[in-house]
């Protein structure tokens, strides 16, 4: 952790849930916020460092699986002798090879590229639903946190924080007590958890950046016995738990056929679901649901670009927020690594569906779409994580994201603006070279944005947007 505290001064911060000016921000010793005040005086900014852009809290990305980095674009084809239709559970076939090649050097290799790139797509801690246990032929290795620890290795020489969830992984199915041969390596006792819970503490201790939870893979996965087991074992331990819920129609009916009862129905009459759940993919979901989930104070973890890209289904927003339920998002299979992206998508998918504009402003009572999704997701952070991990408030932790001003999104935008058009006006990638009709076209940039910014300042001055 940091040896001296630090001052920053913003022009522009996210505090409180709106932009404020001249803030001045006192990082302490340990890391967390312990000043922050609006509206400083010249004097007070004095010898303070300024951050040159606007200033977000860092997001958490509460449901990550790192090994899936390695098959982002790589599983977007038909494949021959697939089924008819391609679903989630053809995608799964294709991510189990990738699950079962992957060493544990190979797995901080990959850490280590995904959690720069979250860092760059302004998350600044990741919660890791790590089921990927045992050796390559599905053996125990001699240190049951052989895998979990090459994720922390990866979190500590990146930088990103970490709550590193072992996951409970049983069986294939509510019908058996056995896995395929394809999920040996996720093989998992109540018991073996808790040793990798153990030795990922033990290796973190003194590293306020990293924590512990647990996961339950799904309810298809645990049978209740165990599942209540490590659930005890977890509220004992005031950890945070979080369990894959409701993501396929057909889990849904699998359990109804075996326990009578919908997903999370099921959770909330045989487990003491309380404020340290989390339910990943609650995709399919009944009013008496959600407002069940809320009752319980747990939290509901959303994924909407791999949702979309799984094919699950669209999250009732409107329903949820109208219960007033927590949330926040993670970027899962990690298609994208940014969190514009994930609340950008979260949105339209509303739109799409409904038909209708500025879904998230109108059922989360914000004027701003952008805003009322950032505001949200932040809060879901705390109960993700167990971290104070909140926002720019003083005894939170100090992570933040500044913007750089030159960004194509944020020309001419006002700064009360900025939120709006980091979701909605996404800027492309830019092209190494690009050529119209067999030549090389020459990008000048920077005069073009400075004649756009002024534009914008013409097109717009003294007009409410
Ligand atoms: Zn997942």
């Known amino acids: 952790m940091k040896n001296e505290a630090l001052s920053y001064l913003a022009r522009h911060a996210w505090v409180g849930g709106a932009w404020a000016q001249d803030v001045l921000l006192g990082v302490a010793k340990d890391g967390l916020w312990s000043q922050v005040q609006v509206n400083a005086t010249a004097q007070q900014q004095a010898g303070a460092m300024v951050l040159n852009g606007p200033v977000l809290p860092g997001l958490v990305n509460a449901h990550s699986h790192a090994f899936q980095r390695a098959i982002a674009g790589l599983a977007e084809r038909r494949s021959a002798g697939a089924p008819a239709s391609d679903d989630f559970w053809s995608w799964r076939d294709r991510m189990y090879c990738a699950a079962n ?52 290795r990866a979190a500590r020489r990146t930088g990103i924080g970490l709550t590193l969830l072992p996951t409970l992984y049983m069986r294939s199915g509510f019908d058996t007590n056995a896995l395929r041969d394809d999920q040996r390596r996720f093989a998992s006792t109540p018991d073996s958890i808790v040793r990798v819970v153990e030795a990922v503490q033990h290796q973190a201790a003194g590293d306020a950046t990293i924590n512990v939870g647990i996961a339950l893979h799904s309810l298809r996965a645990v049978a209740p016995t165990a599942l209540n087991e490590l659930a005890a074992y977890a509220q004992s331990n005031r950890l945070p738990v979080h369990i894959h819920i409701a993501e ?92 514009t992206e994930e609340l950008r998508w979260l949105e339209y998918s509303q739109r799409l569906s409904l038909r209708k504009r500025n879904v998230a402003a109108q059922v989360l009572q914000h004027a701003s779409s952008a805003a009322g999704m950032f505001e949200a997701a932040l809060a879901g952070g705390r109960p993700a994580t167990g971290q104070a991990l909140a926002g720019i408030a003083v005894g939170q932790r100090a992570d933040f994201v500044v913007l750089a001003p030159q960004l194509p999104a944020l020309l001419g935008i006002a700064p009360d603006e900025v939120l709006d058009a980091v979701v909605f006006s996404s800027p492309g990638r830019d092209a190494d070279s690009v050529f119209v009709a067999g030549t090389r076209v020459g990008v000048e940039h920077q005069e073009a944005a400075k004649a756009f910014a002024q534009v914008m300042g013409e097109v717009w001055n003294g007009y409410k947007r």
């Open 101 to 152: 090649r992957i060493n544990p050097l190979q797995l901080e290799t990959i850490a280590c590229q995904l959690y720069s790139e979250l860092l760059a797509g302004g998350y600044t801690h990741v919660c890791e639903f790590h089921y990927l246990h045992n050796d390559l032929d599905g053996s125990a290795y001699a240190n049951p946190a052989e895998m979990s620890l090459a994720l922390v």
């Open 248 to 339: 396929q129609v057909q889990e849904v009916a699998d359990c109804v056929a075996h326990t009578g009862l919908r997903p999370i129905e099921w959770l909330l009459t045989h487990a003491a679901v309380d404020a340290r759940w989390n339910l990943v993919h609650a995709t399919h979901t009944t009013a008496d649901e959600l407002a069940g989930v809320q009752r319980a104070g747990a939290s509901i973890v959303i994924c909407p670009t791999t949702e979309a890209n799984l094919g699950d289904g669209v999250f009732d927003l409107p329903g949820y927020a109208g219960v007033g339920g927590n949330w926040s998002i993670g970027s899962d299979s990690h298609v994208t690594r940014t969190w």
